[in-house]
T-cell receptor, first 111, second 113 residues
Framework: QKEVEQDPGPLSVPEGAIVSLNCTYS??????FMWYRQYSRKGPELLMY????GNKEDGRFTAQVDKSSKYISLFIRDSQPSDSATYLC???????????FGTGTQLKVEL | EAQVTQNPRYLITVTGKKLTVTCSQN?????MSWYRQDPGLGLRQIYY???????DKGDVPEGYKVSRKEKRNFPLILESPSPNQTSLYFC????????????FGPGTRLTVT
């Protein structure tokens, strides 16, 4: 079993839709939870990160962590074609040394 | 402009021919790391470095070497490349040991025939 599981998609939604992207993880020691966005032929870029459980909002993006169920979510409101990318969830134990990534979910927002 | 640069961006080579992929960052970051990205497997860490002369293995270090003699540079060395090292490679850096806030380079696509 992989430490971080993520549905690869692809996920196709119409412009303006609310998008929900999800990951599950197995290691209860994970403390930091990140979402990276990767456009085609580019390196990943950090969207946002959260520490422990709870929600964090940044513009149209909301990250949610439920440590009791080991579940990570990213919500995108009013999705735009420019949001079309692969979204990678990642976790880190707090020691600061190592990230464990999910395989990524490919999102396409259509006009 | 703050950035991580990698060279070359594309490389086709043959089995056994030693190669080096360079990585450089201009943000004065202590932490640097190498990943490979493969379909269905995602990003996997190869090696990381907490600071100059301090390196450690990630999840898939076999067949790779690294060195960190200067803060800004973290080259990845394949002494004897094999076809199973055909992959997309990313270098990343972050401030101190805040691995969660990593800045990634543009990637190097390596093909070993």
């Amino acid at each position: 079993q992989k430490e971080v599981e993520q549905d690869p998609g692809p996920l196709s939604v119409p412009e303006g839709a609310i998008v929900s992207l999800n990951c599950t993880y197995s290691n209860s020691a994970f403390q930091y939870f990140m979402w990276y966005r990767q456009y085609s032929r580019k390196g990943p870029e950090l969207l946002m990160y959260t520490y422990s459980s709870g929600n964090k909002e940044d513009g149209r993006f909301t990250a949610q962590v439920d440590k009791s169920s080991k579940y990570i979510s990213l919500f995108i409101r009013d999705s735009q074609p420019s949001d079309s990318a692969t979204y990678l969830c990642a976790t880190e134990t707090g020691g600061g040394n190592k990230l464990t990534f999910g395989t990524g979910t490919q999102l396409k927002v259509e006009l | 402009e703050a950035q991580v640069t990698q060279n070359p961006r594309y490389l086709i080579t043959v089995t056994g021919k030693k190669l080096t992929v360079t990585c450089s960052q201009n943000m004065n970051h202590e932490y640097m790391s190498w990943y490979r990205q493969d379909p269905g497997l995602g990003l996997r860490q190869i090696y990381y470095s907490m600071n100059v002369e301090v390196t450690d293995k990630g999840d898939v270090p076999e067949g790779y070497k690294v060195s960190r003699k200067e803060k800004r540079n973290f080259p990845l060395i394949l002494e004897s490349p094999s076809p199973n090292q055909t992959s997309l490679y990313f270098c990343a850096s972050s401030y101190k040991s805040w691995a969660y806030e990593q800045y990634f380079g543009p990637g190097t696509r390596l093909t070993v025939t």
